[in-house]
Every structure is written in structure tokens, then in C-alpha cells.
């Protein structure tokens, strides 16, 4: 079961996140990016991470994309023609790093299964006294960038901004 | 039980697929979706380590991770804006100046 569900998910969240970057209408790309989305949540839930999941619904899928969306019904995009002017060492490139990433990966860590998971992983109570004792500094900062870009979306989305 | 490498292949397959669509696509709002996916991966190894190694570190820097993602939705979504409202375009072959 677990092994059928991860296929589905990866299977099905790899695909979507190709055609994120091949659909030439954003508001297409948009829509699976969001399922994308929602299969990376399976999978942090096949990993134990019950918290993460549902931040990653709620968050990501809830309200990112729903900005986003937005936007782009703000701004009527058209759909474009081919890939970005002079592209195509960018697609060597990429290709290449690509490749040098994912065999460094393979190679470097042929991690096997996992070891059965400690009481409380990934649970909420356990993310959150982690974050609230040991990672509090980090947590802290973090809504100082909040802070941030709040007021620098303000300003920036103002119509008249000198 | 599935092994842990065959997580940090998917999130492996996922950054490349971001990375390509970073440098490939003309519409500057599939570029930010882009690295959306590129972060959406750096997340999914997180979790995956933190499941091998036991420790619960990594969902939170992937707690912090969409923080600092929404953050930059916000800002860049922003900045898309004034540059459309400027250029009435979001086609980054057009947007090579940094005058208007």
C-alpha cells in the first residue's frame, strides 16, 4: 500500500511538474503546480510528517497559489510562443547541471530504509516544541522577514509610488 | 518500506524540472512558479532526511522554508505588478532595461 501510494504520488507529482514548465498558458501551469503541490503532501505524509503535510496543503496550495492565481487573471497574459530568446545554451546547461545533480545524488546517498520513526515524529506538538525551544532563534528572525514583506509589498503594489 | 533515496530522487527530478523552467520560460510568473517548485523540492529532501536521521530539524527549516516561500510570492508577485503597470508586458526577453 505504502509503496503503491508513493508511486502514485511521485509519479504523478514529477509529471505535473513538467508540465508546470511545459504548458504555455499560465493559468494552466498555475493549476499543476497546485497538484504538484498536493502530491509532495502525500509524500511528507508517507514520510511521518503529518505537521509539514498539512502546512503544505494550507499554505502552499491554499493561499500561495491562490495569490498567484490571482495575478495572473490580474494581468491578461496570452499564452507564449518558444522557449526564451538565445535558450539554447541555457538548455545545455541546464541539462548538464541537471544530470552532474541527480548523479551526484544517486550516488552520494544510497540511503536504504529508513529506521522506524520515534514517538511523536512529525506531529505537531513535537515540530512545535522543537521550534519554540531549540530553533526559537530561527523562528523569531523569520517573522521579522515577515515584517518585511509585508511592508515591501505595500509599498511596491501602491499605484503611485514615487 | 520504500527507501529514503528513492525520495531524494523525486526531489532531485523536481529541482532539475524547476531549474530548466527558470532558465527556459519567457513569462516572468512560470519563472516564480518555477522556483516555487524548485523550493517545493529542497522541502521534499528535508523531510526525507529528517525521516533517515530521526530528527524533527528538518520540518522545521521546511516550516521556515514556506515561510520565507510565501514571502517571496509576495514580493515577487508585487514587483511583477509595478513592472507590468510600467512595461504592460511580463515577458522577460522585453524586460532587459533598468530604465523605463
Known amino acids: 500500500m505504502e509503496a503503491l501510494l ?31 503541490m498536493l502530491c509532495l503532501s502525500g509524500l511528507y505524509a508517507l514520510l511521518n510528517g503529518a505537521f509539514v503535510a498539512v502546512l503544505q496543503v494550507l499554505i502552499y496550495a491554499g493561499a500561495v497559489m491562490v495569490l498567484m492565481l490571482f495575478v495572473i487573471m490580474m494581468l491578461s497574459t496570452h499564452t507564449e510562443g518558444g522557449p526564451r530568446e538565445g535558450s539554447r545554451p541555457a538548455w545545455l546547461v541546464s541539462g548538464v547541471i541537471g544530470l552532474i545533480v541527480v548523479f551526484k545524488v544517486g550516488a552520494l546517498f544510497g540511503f536504504g530504509k529508513p529506521p522506524e520513526a520515534v514517538d511523536e515524529f512529525g506531529t505537531i506538538q513535537g515540530v512545535g516544541s522543537l521550534l519554540f525551544n531549540r530553533y526559537i532563534l530561527p523562528f523569531e528572525l523569520i517573522s521579522v522577514l515577515l515584517l518585511i514583506a509585508v511592508i515591501g509589498a505595500v509599498i511596491l503594489s501602491k499605484r503611485d509610488a514615487q | 518500506m520504500i527507501p529514503i533515496s528513492y525520495y531524494l530522487w523525486v526531489s532531485a527530478l523536481l529541482f532539475v524540472t524547476g531549474a530548466i523552467g527558470v532558465l527556459l520560460r519567457r513569462n516572468a510568473l512560470v519563472i516564480l512558479m518555477s522556483l516555487e517548485l524548485m523550493l517545493n523540492a529542497v522541502n521534499l529532501s528535508f523531510v526525507a532526511y529528517a525521516r533517515m536521521f530521526n530528527d524533527m530539524g528538518g520540518h522545521v527549516f521546511v516550516f521556515l522554508n514556506i515561510t520565507v516561500a510565501a514571502a517571496e510570492a509576495a514580493v515577487g508577485l508585487a514587483i511583477i505588478l509595478a513592472i507590468y503597470r510600467t512595461k504592460e508586458t511580463v515577458d522577460v526577453d522585453h524586460l532587459s532595461l533598468m530604465q523605463h
Request: overall charge positive.
Open chain 1, 6 to 36: 508513493f508511486w502514485i504520488f511521485s509519479i504523478v507529482g514529477v509529471g505535473c511538474g513538467g508540465m508546470v514548465i511545459w504548458h504555455r498558458n499560465p493559468m494552466g501551469s498555475a493549476i499543476y503546480l497546485v497538484v504538484t
